[in-house]
């Protein structure tokens, strides 16, 4: 008796879903984000961008936007012309729907208030492979009035990838989904992509934990000044470097 050979090779229908679920899909990525820019953001009051040829067109770029909303993400996403993989806290990630989704869409779990070794690694991996990385380095949303410190953990990623930092601003998602609300007003969101720059270019101390603040410095008031140029005013927090 002979028996069909069965091939371990995966079909294109499976190599579609595989992609999906590892959040590797393209043809995924721009349906939820076409979706989002018309189904959402378009009966919201809309979203535009600025500062688009700032964005390399390939290799390794660390995406550094204030946070102010839930609906960050998604608006960076929408205004990006590069594919985004980005942290996300682990809680997120223990709803049966909306986890699966977000993990479809290249999101990985981060561990908030703790080292969080694995998903420090992961990032340095998607680095060296050339992705572009969304990372919040405020660490948690803010009021819309004041840029928070910048993260330790930014600074480390950028000095060891040498990957370059793209501060973002972003005016108007804190309107349209303020903190503690799904329901706020129509409001056109714009987001506004500064110029890149790397560690090395603003840590010129001797002393690393001088150039840590030098780095941290600079991101922050880069990114409040993409947001004031375009219609929200930030003030900066300062103090020592947040954990």
């Given at each position: 008796m002979q028996f069909e050979k069965v091939s371990s090779r995966t079909t294109p229908r499976q190599t579609d879903i595989l992609q999906v679920m590892n959040g590797k899909n393209p043809t995924w990525y721009a349906f939820i984000r076409w979706t989002?820019?018309?189904?959402?953001?378009g009966t919201h009051g809309g979203i535009g961008w600025v500062g688009r040829e700032n964005i390399p067109a390939q290799g390794p770029i660390l995406v550094a936007p204030v946070?102010?909303?839930h609906l960050d993400p998604p608006a960076v996403a929408v205004g990006s012309t590069r594919r985004l993989r980005f942290m996300a806290k682990e809680?997120?990630?223990?709803?049966p729907i909306f986890g699966r989704l977000i993990a479809?869409?290249?999101a990985y779990p981060v561990k908030r208030g703790e080292g969080d070794t694995e998903s420090i690694r992961r990032t340095i991996a998607l680095l060296e492979e050339g992705e572009a990385v969304l990372i919040f380095p405020e660490g948690t949303r803010g009021d819309g009035k004041v840029i928070q410190e910048m993260s330790r953990g930014v600074?480390?990623?950028?000095?060891?990838?040498?990957?370059?930092v793209l501060p973002?601003?972003?005016v108007g998602t804190n309107r349209v989904m303020p903190v503690g609300s799904f329901k706020g007003e129509k409001f056109k969101v714009v987001i506004v992509f500064g110029k890149p720059f790397t560690y090395e270019e603003v840590a010129t101390d001797s002393s690393e934990k001088v150039n840590r603040e030098l780095f941290?410095?600079?991101?922050q008031s880069r990114i409040a000044?993409?947001?004031r140029a375009n219609g929200m005013p930030l003030e900066l927090q300062h103090g020592a470097d947040a954990d």
């Open positions: 989002m820019k018309t189904a959402y953001f946070h102010i909303s809680e997120l990630f223990k709803h479809s869409l290249g600074a480390m990623l950028a000095k060891k990838t040498k990957a370059p973002v601003g972003i941290a410095k600079a991101l000044d993409l947001c």
